[in-house]
């Protein structure tokens, strides 16, 4: 009987798992995110990017994470020579 409850909760724990991908962050460290700042400050505030992409002299930071207790959430922060061009813009009504 025990084997068979440790078998339940470790498939429990990996579908868990599983229900989530990305980098998770919050949108009230997102709202931290100020004009000039470095990506490594923001990726202190966010963690690591799930992506950059570059396009001319602008690099894009993206953060996305997926889960599927509390949906999804993406955000992108575009930096020219090294800073934040400008602070990403986040409606009040999106909450952790």
Do not use: N
Request: proline share 9%; glycine share 6%; charged share 20%.
């Amino acid at each position: 009987m025990l084997k068979r409850t440790a078998r339940l909760a470790l498939a429990a724990l990996a579908l868990t798992l599983a229900a989530c991908a990305g980098s998770p962050f919050k949108w009230d460290d997102a709202r931290k995110i100020q004009p000039g700042m470095t990506p490594t400050e923001v990726s202190q505030l966010l963690g690591p990017p799930t992506a950059v992409r570059a396009s001319g002299e602008t690099v894009s930071y993206v953060w996305a994470y997926v889960s599927s207790v509390s949906g999804s959430r993406t955000l992108r922060v575009d930096f020219k020579d090294g800073h934040v061009i400008k602070a990403p813009p986040i409606p009040p009504e999106l909450r952790d």
